[in-house]
């Protein structure tokens, strides 16, 4: 858990909750957290997102909050690291 104190998106929040309902930051720290540049706290945050997201269906998952969180954004509020959700999904057509 991050403390309190902290303050800002994390202050106060457990790194479950982070990953379970914040896929902004969870695609922050995977994309652009280098880990010999974290220390602490941010260090065991950054591990844990790395490690959780090695499980398939979390990742799954994930991608599916990041989705819709860019639903909610427009084109230009979108940040770099987010825009690939942006792209519209094909489904393979079922051929019979």
Do not use: C
């Given at each position: 858990?991050?403390?309190?104190?902290?303050?800002?998106?994390?202050?106060?929040?457990?790194?479950?909750?982070?990953?379970?309902?914040?896929?902004?930051t969870v695609e922050f720290v995977d994309k652009l957290w280098?880990?010999?540049?974290?220390?602490g706290i941010f260090k065991k945050f950054h591990m844990f997102?790395?490690?959780?997201?090695?499980?398939?269906?979390?990742?799954?998952?994930?991608?599916?909050?990041?989705?819709?969180?860019?639903?909610?954004?427009?084109?230009?509020?979108?940040?770099?690291?987010?825009?690939?959700?942006?792209?519209?999904?094909?489904?393979?057509?079922?051929?019979?």
């Amino acid at each position: 858990m991050f403390p309190i104190e902290m303050g800002g998106d994390l202050g106060g929040k457990t790194f479950i909750d982070i990953l379970n309902n914040d896929p902004k930051t969870v695609e922050f720290v995977d994309k652009l957290w280098l880990e010999q540049k974290t220390t602490g706290i941010f260090k065991k945050f950054h591990m844990f997102v790395k490690t959780m997201l090695r499980n398939p269906l979390v990742k799954s998952e994930h991608r599916e909050r990041a989705r819709e969180f860019v639903k909610t954004l427009s084109e230009t509020d979108t940040p770099s690291y987010m825009k690939k959700y942006r792209r519209v999904r094909i489904e393979p057509s079922i051929i019979n």
